[in-house]
């Protein structure tokens, strides 16, 4: 298998890797199902929380074992690690990827903790990539109430330069108008995210580098578009993934209230979470024409 920053340097325009969070074998089945469907490249990731519960170096067991079963190019990230000993936990596991996420101290020691960190993972492994975080878009792939009081506070360009610079990370997620999580206007399909697009554009030039775009859940299909045509290079859905995972777990339980065998119970949920990956997948890596290239990047 090609090594992930090989992959990323060789999407066409108007393309996009899919991220996909899992907390459990059902999600899991769920992701690397739909890659198989759709014969895409998929990146599966995990955040201190979902490794927490499922076990970092279980995950990267199984992840392995799929991965050759399977024949699709599966990659696996560590998704939202805030200390350095969990990134390291990582790196030793294996890893592809790993999120350094001190998006939340000031600016000066969110670089000097992200730049010591990509030092320690890069000596356990040298071809993993460092992704650093700046900006804020708030906690948690949830359903909230209300919108995040900084949702607005978006990363300057000069700001994702100098952490470039100063960090060494390989990836650089911004703050763009994304946001953790869905509101419940969200979830009922009554509204959408959208995002700075000419924000973005700014960002990739200053920056130089790989870029992701968080809390990809219930953006506008037309901004994903836009915004990778701008220079994303990675979105990250999960609580798409979970709203799925619930509804259909609910459904299922419902339709057979006396079934107490879980591969019984659970193959329902398993193809309702499919069905938003590989929805996701096909928007992600649709070719565009050069036309629908121009009109995408506005």
């Known amino acids: ?5 090989n992959l990323l340097t060789s999407l066409q325009q ?3 890797l899919g991220h996909f969070n899992v907390a459990d074998l059902v999600l899991l089945k769920a992701v ?3 890659a198989v469907e759709v014969e895409v490249p998929v990146i599966v990731g995990a955040s201190e929380g979902e490794r927490n519960f499922l076990g970092t170096r279980e995950l990267a067991a199984l992840v392995k074992v799929m991965r050759e079963e399977h024949g699709v190019p599966v990659f696996l990230n560590a998704d939202h690690t805030h200390s350095r000993a969990k990134a390291e936990e990582a790196a030793k596991a294996g890893f592809d990827a790993v999120v350094i996420d001190f998006s939340a101290l000031p600016f000066e020691e969110n670089v000097s903790r992200t730049k010591e960190t990509v030092e320690a993972i890069k000596a356990i492994n040298p071809a993993i990539l460092a992704e650093g975080e700046v900006g804020d878009i708030g906690t948690g792939s949830e359903i909230h ?3 995040h009081s900084d949702f607005q506070n978006l990363t300057t360009p000069e700001e994702a330069r100098q952490f470039v610079d100063s960090t ?3 990836i650089l997620a911004p ?3 994304n946001m ?3 509101l419940k206007s969200m979830v009922q399909g009554k509204t959408k995210k959208h995002l700075n697009i000419e924000r973005i554009a700014q960002i990739k030039k200053a920056a130089g580098v790989f870029l992701t775009l968080h809390g990809g859940s219930g953006t506008d299909d037309k901004d994903f578009v836009r915004a990778i045509a701008a220079g994303i290079n990675i979105i990250h859905i999960n609580t798409e993934l979970r709203v799925a995972w619930r509804r259909s777990l609910e459904g299922s339980l419902a339709s057979q209230p006396n ?3 879980p591969y019984k119970v659970l193959p329902p949920v398993v193809d309702a979470v499919k069905q938003v990956v590989s929805s996701r997948l096909k928007l992600f890596n649709a070719q565009l024409t050069s036309d629908e290239r121009v009109l995408a990047a506005g």
């Open 145 to 147: 109430e209300t919108v």
């Open 259 to 261: 079934e107490v065998v």
């Open 175 to 177: 703050a763009v108008g």
């Open 32 to 34: 690397l199902a739909a």
């Open 1 to 5: 298998m090609d090594t992930l920053r």
């Open 14 to 16: 108007g393309v996009a």
């Open 180 to 182: 953790h999580g869905m």
């Open 168 to 170: 060494g990370i390989d």
